[in-house]
Every structure is written in C-alpha cells, then in structure tokens.
C-alpha cells in the first residue's frame, strides 16, 4: 500500500486529470526528467501536457518501498510514445502529505 499523495498521483495518471495530478505537488516541488527539471505548477503542467498526461502514461506498479519521507515506485510505464512498454524508477520525496520532489529513471 503507498502513501496517500502516491495513491493520488496514480489514480491522477489513470484518470489523466491534470488538475489532479497537480494537487499531488507542493508548490514549490521539482521533478527530473529525461536530464531535466520541472519547477513550480506552470513547469509541471507545462512537463505533464507533454510528456505524461498528455502521453496517456499508464503505470503498472511493480514494487513500491517507502523509507521516512521518501517512497521507490518501480513500474512498467506505457502510453502513447514509441518503443514502450519501459520499466522506470520513480524516487518520491514527500512534504506536508504533498510530493515535494520526484526523479524519474528508466532502468
């Protein structure tokens, strides 16, 4: 069972609700993706329209370990981009029951 903000992240990304998925997020939290970072809600919507909601990402959970504030999410990772389905890493720090950072790692 994951925490309360990762529950909420997924169920965001299956139902692709943007406003959802940003809800997760504090609002000064980071995500690192593909060598980059995303900053603040406008960057992150701007990464998710893109590359994740926008991609009709579909996560498959594999494993999931929390250690204090930080949770490893390992998944199949699949949506509308070629060469998928892929297994990522995505390394969550949590905040006041928010994510306060997320690193994203193809494995």
Not at 1 to 26: G, S
Request: hydrophobic share 40%; net charge negative; proline share 5%.
């Amino acid at each position: 069972m994951q925490p309360k903000p990762i529950d909420a992240f997924i169920q965001a990304t299956h139902t692709e609700n943007i406003n959802a998925l940003l809800d997760c997020f504090t609002e000064r939290a980071v995500i690192a993706d593909e060598g980059r970072e995303f900053r603040g809600p406008e960057q992150i919507k701007g990464w998710s329209d893109t590359h994740y909601i926008g991609a009709r990402v579909r996560l498959d959970i594999l494993d999931v370990r929390q250690t204090g504030h930080e949770v490893v999410l390992n998944c199949k990772v699949d949506g509308n981009f070629p060469g998928g389905p892929f297994q990522f890493t995505f390394y969550f720090t949590l905040m006041d029951d928010k994510i306060a950072s997320l690193a994203i790692k193809e494995n």
